[in-house]
């Protein structure tokens, strides 16, 4: 276990860094292949976009909502029955401004000065300042490649368990790709009972499971309202990420006392981006099989061609990122990536910006066309830089 405080970052600065540079290389007449942000670039449904325009034409829309509508909960009750087969009742549901959103201040309805949250190593950055935010020292549990980038509850030592207020997990993980089956939830259930720990599942991808399988809600296991909540997204399902509309679901005291606390900083979802999440989540379905498969040959195109020219690049399973090591012969992620963008103008991200366990990988995102995937491939090959 690492634990971490407030103002400990690590290569914090290297967005803007790759962001300076993909600029001077755009402005110098470079052709860059940004595979750095995890922006869909498909497009959301067109009953989804009319259902916006229309609702935004009524001025009685621009009031505050203060809550959710009845129409928006029914659809969550409804697409959670559907989909994951999880009965919510309306004071399990509450609308968030994107997960990120959530995650950042979930810690602020339970969590202070001395508590102990426990997140991955590595993880998305949110998972360790949303907890730094509220003054809770953060307890790092380490994600290995052995262990296919799973939580092994033996890697906690019980005097921390026992201390915790809270885990974050997420599965399917960005970054790693990782995904995690019934048994890893009925495990994870059975720790945060035992040790009275809340769990904060993020779940922005059960959509995006690219190996085949089912994606599973955490909820859907017994116990599992008992012991935290959920967060669930329609940016990537429905490619809607600029209206940042999210849930968190699930035990209802954590969400009684979330929603006293977000009370204080916000004064609800605009109503035209809740009739569109409403028409995303009761109107035609198709857009969640093209999505997949969307990204399945855009991985394939990325993955299998990296393998042709000798990097060993394992097959995403879930998600809309790709998991690599750093060839060998690189002493760091971040030396890697920007030698990779000077030589190929591909853009990608250091896996130490994920935490200390990511170091030696790179994240890729699948945001172009198989095309553009295979031209980036074309170049990091003509490159040299595998060989050295």
């Known amino acids: 276990m690492q634990f971490i405080k407030a103002g400990q970052t690590a290569e914090s600065n290297i967005f803007n860094r790759l962001d300076e540079r993909k600029r001077a290389l755009i402005a110098g007449g470079a052709d860059v292949i940004n595979l750095s942000i995890g922006t869909p670039d498909f497009q959301p449904d067109a009953h989804v976009m009319q259902a916006v325009s229309q609702a935004a034409l009524k001025p009685e829309q621009y009031k505050y909502s203060l809550t959710e509508t009845p129409e928006l909960i029914a659809a969550v009750q409804d697409w959670y029955r559907r989909r994951y087969d999880v009965a919510l009742d309306a004071d399990e ?37 949303g907890p730094m935010m509220t003054g ?41 790709t990782a995904v995690a089956n019934r048994a890893f939830y009925e495990k994870l259930v059975t720790f945060a009972r035992e040790h009275n720990i809340i769990v904060l599942h993020d779940n922005a991808y059960s959509d995006l499971m690219l190996n085949g399988e089912q994606g599973l809600s955490f909820l859907s296991i017994p116990g599992a309202k008992e012991v935290g909540i959920e967060f669930n997204s329609l940016s990537k399902t429905y490619n809607l990420t600029g209206m940042r509309v999210s849930f968190a679901l699930g035990n209802r005291e954590v969400i009684a006392r979330f929603r006293a606390f977000r009370s204080q900083i916000d004064y609800g979802m605009f109503y035209p981006i809740q009739v569109g999440a409403v028409a995303a989540l009761t109107g035609p ?12 040959a855009r991985r394939d195109a990325l993955c299998g061609g990296l393998r042709r020219i000798g990097w060993d690049v394992p097959d995403a399973q879930g998600t809309m990122f790709v998991w690599a090591k750093i060839p060998e012969r690189f002493s760091s992620s971040v030396e890697f990536v920007l030698e990779l963008m000077e030589k190929t103008g591909v853009i990608c991200v250091p896996g130490s910006s994920f935490g200390a366990q990511g170091e030696g990988y790179v994240r890729f995102a699948l945001v172009v066309p198989p095309e553009r995937m295979e031209e980036a491939v074309r170049r990091i090959d003509e490159s040299g830089i595998l060989r050295g």
């Open 93 to 129: 549901i509450m609308a968030v401004c994107g997960s990120q959103e959530g995650i950042a201040h979930v810690g602020f309805a339970f969590a202070g000065h001395n508590d102990l949250i426990l997140a991955p190593d590595p993880g998305y950055p949110i998972f360790s300042f």
């Open 136 to 176: 809770a020292t953060v307890g790092l549990y380490p994600l290995r490649a052995e262990n296919n980038w799973q939580l092994d509850f033996a890697d906690i030592p019980e005097d921390i368990a026992e201390r915790a207020k809270a885990i974050v997990v997420s599965y399917p993980n960005n970054p790693t």
């Open 285 to 296: 379905q198709d857009i969640v099989r093209r999505n997949r498969e969307g990204y399945i």
